[in-house]
C-alpha cells in the first residue's frame, strides 16, 4: 500500500520568501507529525496533527511557521519570510493511533522528506 | 540540553559480528523508546520498541535491552549483515509528550 509521501522532494527558495510543504499520510491514520532534522542531528518534533486539529503545535520555533490539516489528511506546513537557518529536511509521519497510546498502534510511519534549502 | 543521547557518531562492524549501538536518556519520566533506522534519501522506518516495564525485547536479529537505572538502552543486532548499514536513531517518549530523537549512530557493516 502507499506510505506516507511528501511533495517536493526538494525545494530551494530565497531568503524572506515563503514556502509551502505538503504531505500526504496513509489513508486513515489520524494522527500526522511535522519534524524537522537539521543537519547531524535527529528528527526535531515540531506539530502534531490528530484529525483537523492541532493537538501539540510546541515545536514550531516561531509564528513564522504554521501548519494546517483542513480535512483530516493532507497537511501542510507553511513557513514565511524564510531564513537561512531554517534549511533543513522536513519529515512529517503519521499513525493509526496518537503517540499517547504507547504500544497500541501509534508506530510512526515517516515519509522521504521535503530537503528545504533557503539561500 | 539534549534528553536522548547516542555519543557514537559512527561504528563499523564486520558482516557476521554483532553490532551494539546505545543511547542514553536524561528524561527520567521517559515510559517508552524506540529505534529506527534510515537509509539516505528516505525517512526514519520503524526497527524495534521496548516499554519501560521490560528490560529486553526481542524482534529476530534485533534485541533491545533497557536498563532504567542507568538510563541506559542498547540495540544489538545479531548477526550483522551489510544491508543494516543505515543511520540509527533512538527516541523516547513520556506518555504524552513527542518523541524526542537522539542525533544517530551511523553503522557500516563490511563485508
Known amino acids: 500500500g502507499a506510505g506516507v509521501s511528501q511533495t517536493p522532494s526538494n525545494k530551494v527558495t530565497e531568503k524572506g520568501k515563503y514556502v509551502e510543504l505538503r504531505c500526504d499520510p496513509i489513508?486513515?491514520?489520524?494522527?500526522l507529525y511535522w519534524y524537522r532534522q537539521s543537519l547531524g542531528q535527529g528528527p526535531e518534533f515540531l506539530i502534531y496533527?490528530?484529525?483537523?486539529?492541532?493537538?501539540?503545535d510546541s515545536g514550531l520555533p516561531n509564528d513564522r511557521f504554521f501548519a494546517v490539516r483542513p480535512e483530516g489528511s493532507v497537511s501542510t506546513l507553511k513557513i514565511q519570510r524564510t531564513e537561512r537557518g531554517d534549511s533543513a529536511v522536513y519529515l512529517c509521519?503519521?499513525?493509526?493511533?496518537?503517540?499517547?497510546?504507547?504500544?497500541?498502534?501509534?508506530?510512526?510511519?515517516f515519509g522521504p522528506g521535503t530537503r528545504l534549502t533557503v539561500l | 540540553d539534549q534528553q536522548v543521547k547516542q555519543n557514537s557518531p559512527s561504528l563499523s562492524v564486520q558482516e557476521g559480528r554483532i553490532s551494539i549501538l546505545n543511547c542514553d536518556y536524561t528524561?527520567?519520566?521517559?515510559?517508552?523508546f524506540l529505534w529506527y533506522k534510515k537509509y539516505p534519501a528516505e525517512g526514519p522506518t520503524f526497527l524495534i520498541s521496548i516499554s519501560s516495564i521490560k528490560d529486553k525485547n526481542e524482534d529476530g536479529r534485533f534485541t533491545v535491552f533497557l536498563n532504567k537505572s542507568a538510563k541506559h538502552l542498547s540495540l544489538h543486532i545479531v548477526p550483522s549483515q551489510p544491508g543494516d548499514s543505515a543511520v540509527y536513531f533512538c527516541a523516547a517518549s513520556a506518555g504524552n509528550t513527542p518523541l524526542v530523537f537522539g542525533k544517530g549512530t551511523r553503522l557500516s557493516v563490511i563485508a
Open positions: 496533527f490528530q484529525g483537523t486539529g492541532a493537538a501539540d
Open positions: 489513508s486513515g491514520h489520524t494522527a
Open positions: 509521519a503519521s499513525s493509526l493511533n496518537p503517540y499517547q497510546l504507547a504500544g497500541a498502534n501509534n508506530e510512526q510511519f
Open positions: 528524561n527520567s519520566m521517559f515510559d517508552y
